[in-house]
């Protein structure tokens, strides 16, 4: 069965510039979840889309949004990039949207800003 | 606002030797997560712990839940050298919060041959 496929994993863009990273979820797997990790803050916790719909939104400024296909894989879109928004992004699926699903992670995009 | 702390953050020990690892939370909640990650790696799902006095154990691993001291611990058992990685614990706030995870710090472990 294969994992949860984030893509790509490597990214360096430059200040203002927008990017957009990918997560292929767990074949059945319908809630994926966004996280960002950072030496300083640590695992962030970005949004969250069942079916499509954004359930629910971390603390974070409106330059970070997301979407949900119908095949359940999403994206990410952060626009006007700042040297901050440099991390790891983590990609988590799950079976079902309902408390006490287990998540399993992708193994992450590296975003640079440089 | 929910918060997670984990203690310690850094753990160095010998091979052979048993530690735990302690995980508070500020809020009710019976829904605790452990993960793995390895430097440069994504997060490894080790336990799933759902409800108060819980308990589950792989290899030298063991977890715990006791949700009225809102604690959750990891001991480690006769550490090996391939134990050594950076452990999250992580709680769910539940109902009208799913899919969010509210992590730990993390505590990166160390074992010296």
């Known amino acids: 069965k294969a994992g949860v496929t984030q893509t790509p994993r490597y990214l360096i863009k430059t200040r203002g510039q927008q990017v957009t990273l990918s997560c292929s979820p767990i074949?059945?797997?319908?809630?994926v979840s966004w996280y960002q990790q950072t030496p300083g803050q640590g695992l962030q916790f970005l949004f969250e889309?069942?079916?499509?719909?954004?359930?629910n939104k971390g603390n974070f400024p409106g330059r970070f949004s997301g979407r949900q296909f119908s095949n359940s894989r999403s994206e990410m879109n952060v626009s006007t990039l700042e040297l901050g928004d440099s991390a790891l992004y983590l990609c988590?699926?799950?079976?079902?949207?309902?408390?006490?699903?287990?998540?399993?992670f992708g193994q992450g995009t590296r975003l640079t800003v440089v | 606002e929910l918060k997670v702390e984990q203690n310690p953050l850094f753990l160095s020990m010998q091979e052979g030797k048993n530690y735990t690892i302690y995980c508070n939370y500020s809020t009710t909640s019976d829904r605790l997560y452990w993960y793995r990650q390895d430097p440069g790696k994504s997060l490894e799902s080790l336990f799933v712990l759902l409800s108060n006095g819980a308990v589950k154990q792989e290899g030298r691993l063991m977890a715990s839940l006791d949700t009225k001291a809102r604690l959750s611990t990891l001991h480690i058992t006769a550490a090996v050298h391939d134990l050594s990685a950076t452990y999250f614990c992580a709680v769910d706030l539940g109902s009208g919060n799913t899919g969010k995870l509210i992590f730990g710090q993390g505590t990166t472990l160390q074992v010296k041959p």
């Open positions: 988590a699926s799950s079976a079902n949207r309902g408390s006490g699903t287990e998540a399993f």
């Open positions: 074949s059945g797997h319908r809630s």
């Open positions: 889309y069942f079916s499509e719909t954004q359930r």
